[in-house]
């Protein structure tokens, strides 16, 4: 999603910035065009809870990143955390630049700074810099993704292809998408429910806020679907943005210093396909790891995962995306088919023990 701007624009700005008015000379004379300028308009506020509110409140606290790395150059967008500097985004927008590379921030007035990484998590596809040198930034504010009704409008805001401060609108089309980001380039990957939107977000969006129409950051764009084999495809209306509960989670683990954890039921999981054994969609287990959680709560080889608090399982990938959205110690409860008995569990998840990247 961090994707450098390819070639020009065409076309833009042409025949705009003022009215024009037709004035005729009085019969008999000359004949002439002049243009005028028009008598400016009383401006009415923004009202609360439009695009144009949204966008109002929330561009100072956007900003552009600028990548330098073993990969080559990128860009990709990041949210203002706090006023001295913590900037929110996405691992993939900034891993080419863990290892000797640069980063930089352009915020919305037009001024830059250097940027150093504060930490990375591979697993969520989340990663806190920090800007050098600033304070007094406006920091983003930060809502829930808790009970987002399906439907309801949203605002995007990022630097697709490079292009700053751009707003875009569409709703929630879908919540707990399980979905696979990364950079494009063979670099970490990450599966996560995603809140699943028809904005439109492309290549530079990454790390940018999906916000609710009351200006809260409810989800970090991540990931979108092309519809090609090309990574640098553009919007088809199948946008993909991580849910900011679990982002602040994890952000706060990493401004804390700490190691960022992820919940696990401790067993090994293919997509079930359906046979004379089985006959139920779902996530098949195939290994119960010794002393986990899903031993403990009793899971069997060939038990058959469909529903994780009623939310529906469908795959493999689903199962793995839905339980990151908890914590390790909660308890959630498990649907499966072992054969063809259906029946309920309880489980309370394990961790992971975290994976933080420099």
């Known amino acids: 999603m961090a994707a ?34 028009a008598s400016p308009s009383s401006v009415e506020p923004a009202m609360d809870g439009s695009v144009e509110a949204v966008a109002s409140r929330l561009l100072p606290s956007v900003v552009k990143i600028n990548v330098a790395g073993q990969a080559g150059v990128g860009n990709g967008t990041g949210i203002i955390m706090s006023a001295d500097g913590q900037v929110l985004t996405n691992n993939h927008v900034v891993e080419s630049a863990a290892e000797g590379g640069t980063i930089t921030v352009l915020f919305s007035d037009g001024s830059t700074t250097d940027a150093q990484i504060v930490g990375r998590d591979p ?14 930034l406006t920091p983003a504010r930060f809502g829930s993704s808790a009970e987002l009704d399906i439907g309801e ?41 995603a809140l699943q939107t028809d904005a439109a977000t492309n290549p530079g969006n990454s790390g940018g806020p ?19 084999s090309d990574a640098t495809g553009g919007s088809i209306g199948l946008g993909f943005a991580i849910p900011v509960d679990l982002a602040r989670s994890i952000a706060g683990q990493i401004i804390e210093g700490e190691t960022p954890t992820h919940a696990k039921i401790g067993v090994s999981v293919t997509d079930a396909v359906s046979s004379d054994r089985i006959t139920t969609v779902g996530a098949l287990v195939e290994e119960v790891i010794p002393g986990s959680a899903g031993e403990s709560a009793g899971l069997d080889v060939g038990d058959v995962v469909t529903a994780i608090d009623g939310q529906q399982v469908d795959s493999s990938d689903a199962l793995v995306a839905l339980i990151r959205a908890y914590r390790p110690g909660e308890e959630v409860t498990l649907t499966y088919v072992r054969g063809k008995t259906p029946g309920q569990i309880g489980v309370t998840l394990d961790s992971d023990g975290g994976q933080l990247a420099p």
């Not at 833009?12 to 065009?33: C, L, N």
């Not at 697993?123 to 007094?136: F, K, P, R």
């Not at 999906?210 to 090609?228: E, F, H, K, P, Y």
């Open 153 to 193: 409008q949203v605002v995007a805001i990022g630097s697709p292809f490079g292009l700053q401060s751009t707003v875009t609108t569409g709703v929630v089309s879908a919540v707990n998408r399980p979905v696979t980001s990364g950079d494009g380039q063979g670099g970490d990957t990450s599966v996560f429910p």
């Open 4 to 37: 450098v701007l390819a070639g020009g624009l065409a076309g833009v700005g042409g025949a705009a910035g003022f009215d024009t008015v037709r004035s005729e000379a009085p019969a008999g004379g000359d004949r002439s065009d002049t243009l005028q300028t």
């Open 210 to 228: 999906l916000v609710d129409m009351s200006g809260n950051v409810i989800g970090i764009n991540s990931a979108i679907q092309t519809g090609t």
């Open 123 to 136: 697993v969520t596809d989340l990663a806190v810099i920090e800007a050098t040198d600033v304070d007094g």
